[in-house]
């Protein structure tokens, strides 16, 4: 089965987990159909470029400068994105969204597992700078301690420290880059969060708990198995850029438990589905099976 394939399955049960359990929180139809038409916007496109990849796949791969340079010009809109989330702010709330119209999209987590993904490149397979690598990681890191958003930023630093700690180099640079990580989580878990925990949003595991063991298991298992999927793909198939995703997620997931954020897939939210499918199109668009 191919690692696309694989992961889209291994989501499945997220997301159809998903829509039971918002219907259990009573939330209303129209979010539930949210939630159904994102999921299937974001399989289609990716069996859409596993599709088109394969009818190409005589094609040479890109030289390294061109492959820097498109991932560069990949994460620059992003961190422009989530600068540009600060123009969307409400008094008292935090800086974490873009509007379009009544709609708002989570941009960080739409956006984060596709740019751990790409700095994971440019740091193991380009010779691209590990100081200029460093810095854009900082950026990205930075903007998000502003937004404030420390369940992002813990996730992000978590697998930002994998990253530049499994490539030869300079320890001092690597010890300063690690330090101005902690120093920023720190400094953003003391900011003021009004948002409250909703049921089918953060809460998913803990409403799961509430209609008996067996949704549980079954809500917990299906959530196991997205960062489950993500080691398997990244040791067994020859993709070692997945592994930090996979090491965001079980972050992500934590922060979710103790209601900082949305569950990943599990709870109600465009943002994180796109992340994860995003995620998917993207390393497929770069050659990386």
């Not at 129209?30 to 289609?44: K, T, Y």
Request: glycine share 6%.
């Amino acid at each position: 089965m191919r690692s696309n394939s694989m992961l889209i399955l291994l989501a499945i049960p997220s997301l159809l987990g998903s829509v039971l359990l918002m219907r259990l929180a009573g939330a209303v139809q129209s979010l539930q159909v949210q939630q159904i038409v994102v999921a299937l916007i974001g399989i289609a496109a990716v069996l859409w470029m596993d599709r088109a990849k394969r009818q190409h796949k005589t094609e040479t791969s890109a030289l390294t400068v061109q492959q820097i340079r498109n991932a560069v010009v990949m994460l620059v809109p992003m961190l422009v994105g989530l600068l540009a989330c600060f123009v969307f702010s409400e008094t008292g709330n935090p800086s974490r969204w873009l509007k379009l119209g009544p709609l708002r999209l989570y941009f960080s987590a739409a956006v984060l597992p596709l740019a751990l993904f790409l700095f994971a490149r440019l740091h193991w397979r380009t010779p691209f700078s590990a100081m200029a690598n460093m810095a854009l990681m900082l950026a990205f890191a930075v903007l998000l301690a502003l937004q404030p958003d420390f369940s992002q930023l813990a996730a992000f630093s978590f697998a930002g420290v994998f990253i530049v700690w499994h490539r030869p180099g300079s320890v001092v640079q690597k010890i300063v880059f690690t330090a101005a990580l902690v120093l920023l989580c720190s400094w953003c878990q003391q900011q003021a969060d009004t948002l409250q925990p909703v049921a089918y949003v953060e809460g998913v595991i803990q409403l799961a708990m509430r209609a008996g063991i067996v949704a549980m298991f079954a809500a917990v298992l299906s959530i196991a198995l997205v960062p489950t999927g993500l080691f398997y793909i990244g040791i067994k198939r020859g993709s070692p850029e997945i592994i930090p995703i996979a090491l965001y997620y079980i972050v992500i997931m934590i922060c979710a438990y103790i209601g900082l954020t949305p569950m990943p897939l599990l709870g109600f939210g465009a943002g994180p589905v796109l992340g994860y499918f995003v995620l998917l199109a993207g390393r497929r668009d770069l050659k990386m099976t």
